[in-house]
Each structure stands twice: as C-alpha cells, then as structure tokens.
C-alpha cells in the first residue's frame, strides 16, 4: 500500500471528502476493452487506477471482489473501494464504488464477512449483515509526522453488499505504531471467534472478536521469520487440508514491499498452526508464492461453502517498482487468474500450490493438439487461426540426459520476444522478458526472473496469455510464473526449444480462450 505524504495529501483529501457518495453510479465503456493491453479475460477497472484485490467474500451465489481503486486519476490516490461480483470469478459485472475516503481518511485495504449469526448486532429482519473491516488512512496525520494515523473501520450492508453504512467511530484504535494496517478477518468456528490478522511495520498481530465490533489482541508472529526487505502487507491466515491426507496446517500469507525475490514486491507464506491466539512455524527458510514479478498482496476469499471446499485466491498483478508507469492510459491494473491453493507435502517439505481454477475452462473455443514429440534447436508451432495473445497452451517436455535448457518462445514479427524456461543444469525455472517489448518507463521492468526448482524427469507447462500478461503454472502449480509485459504488436508466433540435443514432448495442446467482455 502506497502513501501520499504533505500538503498535496491534504489537499486531495479535503477535495475528496467533497465527492457525494450518492453519485456512485458508474458508467462502463462501450469499447469492449479493446485497447492495445486491455487484458479479455483478466478483472480490470473500466478506467483509472486499481491494486489490491480487498473484501472478498462468497455470499447468495456471487463472488464480491473489492479493490483499492482511485476513480480520479491512472495512478495511485485517495483510495476507495471499487467493487464487482461474478458467478463464476471469470464473468464480471462492475457495481457502484463501496466505500468513499470520510472524516476518518482515506479506505486502505482490508476484509469482508458475512456475520451469518449476527454478532455484531447490524444486521436487519432476521438476517446477518455483510461486514466490511479496513484500514483507514488519515494523510494528514500521517503529514504531520504521526504514527496514529492509521485505524480499522468498519461498515456493513443489509442488501448484499449494494449499499454500505459505515460504524461511527474505528473499532480497533492505533496505539502509536505507523503502519497498522490490511486487517484480514474470518470467524473460526473451532474458537467461536471472529480472528483478525493485521500488518504491524515487520510482524502480523492477532486480534479475537465475538462481534466484530470488540478486539483483544491475542498475539504476534513474524519479527525473526522470514523475508524482512521491506514493509509487511496484506495478511491472511486459514486452514487447509494437506492433499491426500486428513491433516490439516495453517497458511499464513504476508505480502512484502519492497523485498520480493524479483525485486519490489511479492507475497510469502509460511505453513504452521494456530491455536486461536497465535500463529507459530518450524519453517525457517523463505517460500514464495509466485516466482514471478507480478503477484502482489493476494488473498482467499471467504465463505467459500463446504460443499466447494476450495482455498480460493487471486492477486493484484503488477509490482510497485513499476505498477503506476506502465503504458497504459484508460486503466491501470488486472487482477491475477483466480486460483486454487493447494497444501502439498513433497519429500517431507509442505509447499503451497497455486492452480488455475476449473472455471476457467469455460472459456476455451478452439482446441488444437499439436503433433509434435520431439524438438531440437527451435521448432515452430503451428497454431492456425488461435490467437496468441489470447490463449492456453499445455506443454509437457520429458528432461534428456545432456544438462538441456528447454522451454516455449514468443514472438513477434518485430522480433520481440518472451522466454519461459527450464534449466537442467542449473536446476533452475526462468521467465526471460528482457527483449519482450516496451520497457522504457522502467530502469528495472527488463529482467529474467529465475527460482530454484527440482524437476522429474517429465515438466508441465501450463500457460496463459493474455494481451499483456503471462501466467506459468508448473506441475500442477508446483511453482508459478507471473510476469506482465509490453510488445509493440502482438506476438504471433510460438517456438518449442531446446538448446542441448533434443527434449521430447508429450502432450502439447493450445486453446483459444474467449473474452469475458
């Protein structure tokens, strides 16, 4: 989360608070998105700026997604809640603003639940109100040099998330800590508690609630565990089932600006317990949950039935070394593609999987089975009338003896290109964007983003591009790529490599994908 510091913070404060809150009513293009880098299949604002993904929650068959959105300018301001919900979290219908700046300050990020038992005492005729809890940010304290000036609000809806009223004062006051922020809340049922997880400067703290009005902090995690590079952000803390087994861990998720493997920004996670107060892990090493530059500040959603049973995730994909320059004029911003998490236990180590979510596959139209089993040098791909910028491609190579580096290229016809890849000598997976495009808004956009990885002998790519975006899911989500990007036409064509004598391949498919717009 980005701050704005002095006089011009006030200023835009005081100018926002003068925006009528009644007046929300949105107008969507009729362009159907099709600007130059207009992802199709991706969550994007209709205009101005976006980050991260907030107040997600599962309620009477519809996925909410709120986001930290500035309808005012294409890059980062007095924030807002922008709000959209979908049936299937790929088709989306974008809703009136949430949640305006007030009195308070600015709506920094935060969580939203459904009080089913009415706890908190909000809800109307019988039924639990949607309860949204965030982080108020005053910039004019923060300009003043105060370190109370971020507090967590509260404001419910009776009318499934379509109007919000706002609780008079902040429920949980700053006790003189700058950056006490991105509250993630859940009930657990196993506690018959409301738990917040909050970002504290370089630790998550936990608070306990019986009605979401009322906290007692119950304790910390984090000051000497993992990655310390930067700020920490955008918490969350659930359970998950390890695959396969009746064993349930804790995940906890703590997004780090700067500080992030690639550079900027990234989330961690970390695999222990919780025993309704706090956090605890004998992990001692870093994990990353995307290897990629564009994965940030992510989080599951809520009231997922049990009947679904799915971890359910998505990302804001972009980096903050970079996120409000890149080339795009009407909007900035998608979201990542929604995700399955998934606790894997390999060789005694716990990972957390990411995999695409089955919802996804309807979008797919044309399906071409490419015949090829073997490749050597580059070997071009036919891929007929399927676009490339709007595609899935499934690809799975089968490792040679001989140290090979093997992968997939596009390109296009200015000679523009992108490298997903495996090395087998350096044991090693890399996304190359280094000639992919436009990179000048940016002295550190060009890069290869490379993570250690073990491979089988037998390596899945699983692929999705989209207009300006590249998501690579390795076995199974084993490990995961997400880099965004910038050519000046569209890539058009597709290489198998392999630089070391020749790699089989044994399955190759490639899908055009439809737009959701």
């Known amino acids: 989360m980005r701050k704005i510091t002095g006089i011009l913070a006030v200023l835009i404060f005081c100018a926002c608070l003068q925006q009528k809150e009644n007046s929300s009513v949105r107008t969507v293009s009729n362009s159907?998105?099709?600007?130059?880098?207009?992802?199709?299949?991706?969550?994007?604002?209709?205009?101005?700026?976006?980050?991260?993904?907030?107040?997600?929650v599962f309620h009477e068959g519809e996925y909410h997604l709120f986001y930290q959105y500035y309808p005012d300018s294409n890059i980062w301001g007095p924030m807002h809640w922008g709000h959209a919900v979908s049936e299937d979290m790929v088709n989306w219908e974008h809703l009136p603003i949430a949640l305006y700046p007030d009195d308070n300050g600015y709506i920094f990020s935060g969580s939203a639940v459904v009080d089913k038992k009415n706890t908190s005492g909000l809800g109307?005729?019988?039924?639990?109100?949607?309860?949204?809890?965030?982080?108020?940010?005053?910039?004019?304290?923060?300009?003043?040099?105060?370190?109370?000036?971020?507090?967590?609000?509260?404001?419910?809806?009776?009318?499934?998330?379509?109007?919000?009223?706002?609780?008079?004062?902040?429920?949980?006051?700053n006790p003189g800590i700058a950056d006490f922020r991105d509250p993630k809340v859940s009930w657990v049922e196993e506690f018959s508690k409301w738990i917040m997880a909050l970002a504290v400067q370089d630790h998550i703290e936990f608070y306990a609630s019986t009605d979401l009005i009322n906290w007692e902090k119950t304790g910390e995690f984090g000051q000497e565990?993992?990655?310390?590079?930067?700020?920490?952000?955008?918490?969350?803390?659930?359970?998950?089932?390890?695959?396969?087994?009746?064993?349930?861990?804790?995940?906890?998720?703590?997004?780090?600006?700067?500080?992030?493997?690639?550079?900027?920004?990234?989330?961690?996670?970390?695999?222990?317990?919780?025993?309704?107060?706090?956090?605890?892990?004998?992990?001692?090493?870093?994990?990353?949950?995307?290897?990629?530059?564009?994965?940030?500040?992510?989080?599951?959603?809520?009231?997922?039935?049990?009947?679904?049973?799915?971890?359910?995730?998505?990302?804001?994909?972009s980096n903050?070394?970079?996120?409000?320059?890149?080339?795009?004029?009407?909007?900035?911003?998608?979201?990542?593609?929604?995700?399955?998490?998934?606790?894997?236990?390999?060789?005694?180590?716990?990972?957390?999987?990411?995999?695409?979510?089955?919802?996804?596959?309807?979008?797919?139209?044309?399906?071409?089975?490419?015949?090829?089993?073997?490749?050597?040098?580059?070997?071009?791909?036919?891929?007929?009338?399927?676009?490339?910028?709007?595609?899935?491609?499934?690809?799975?190579?089968?490792?040679?003896?001989?140290?090979?580096?093997?992968?997939?290229?596009?390109?296009?016809?200015?000679?523009?290109?992108?490298?997903?890849?495996?090395?087998?000598?350096?044991?090693?997976?890399?996304?190359?964007?280094?000639?992919?495009?436009?990179?000048?808004?940016?002295?550190?956009?060009?890069?290869?983003?490379?993570?250690k990885y073990i491979a089988k002998q037998n390596l899945q790519f699983h692929v999705f591009i989209d207009k300006a975006s590249i998501e690579v899911f390795v076995d199974n989500g084993n490990a995961v790529l997400t880099d965004i990007f910038f050519p000046g036409v569209s890539y058009n064509k597709v290489e198998l490599f392999s630089t070391k004598g020749s790699t089989k391949v044994t399955n190759a498919a490639i899908w055009q994908l439809s737009s959701v717009w």
Not at 124 to 141: E, L, N, R
Not at 147 to 158: C, M
Not at 241 to 252: A, F, M, P, R
Request: aromatic share 12%; charged share 20%.
């Open 32 to 56: 159907y998105y099709s600007e130059q880098y207009r992802p199709q299949y991706h969550f994007t604002p209709d205009s101005m700026w976006m980050n991260d993904p907030n107040g997600m």
């Open 320 to 451: 903050w070394l970079y996120a409000q320059k890149v080339p795009t004029q009407r909007w900035r911003s998608a979201m990542t593609l929604p995700r399955q998490l998934k606790l894997r236990k390999i060789n005694g180590n716990y990972i957390l999987a990411s995999a695409p979510v089955k919802e996804l596959e309807t979008l797919r139209l044309k399906n071409r089975v490419l015949l090829v089993s073997e490749v050597s040098g580059y070997t071009l791909i036919p891929t007929a009338n399927i676009s490339v910028m709007q595609s899935e491609m499934l690809f799975n190579f089968k490792q040679n003896k001989e140290g090979n580096e093997f992968g997939i290229q596009l390109s296009n016809k200015n000679g523009e290109k992108i490298k997903i890849g495996y090395s087998q000598n350096n044991s090693e997976l890399y996304i190359d964007r280094t000639e992919a495009g436009t990179a000048n808004f940016s002295d550190e956009f060009e890069a290869v983003h490379r993570t």
């Open 225 to 317: 565990k993992g990655a310390h590079g930067g700020v920490w952000e955008c918490p969350d803390l659930f359970p998950v089932k390890i695959e396969g087994t009746n064993e349930t861990k804790w995940v906890l998720l703590v997004s780090i600006n700067p500080g992030g493997p690639q550079g900027g920004s990234a989330t961690q996670y970390f695999i222990g317990d919780f025993d309704g107060k706090t956090f605890s892990t004998t992990q001692n090493e870093e994990k990353w949950l995307d290897h990629g530059s564009d994965n940030y500040a992510g989080v599951i959603w809520n009231g997922i039935p049990q009947s679904d049973g799915r971890c359910l995730f998505i990302g804001w994909m």
């Open 124 to 173: 109307q005729d019988g039924k639990g109100p949607m309860v949204a809890i965030f982080t108020y940010h005053d910039p004019v304290g923060a300009a003043n040099g105060e370190n109370d000036y971020q507090t967590q609000g509260l404001a419910f809806s009776n009318n499934n998330g379509r109007t919000w009223e706002k609780y008079p004062e902040p429920v949980l006051k």
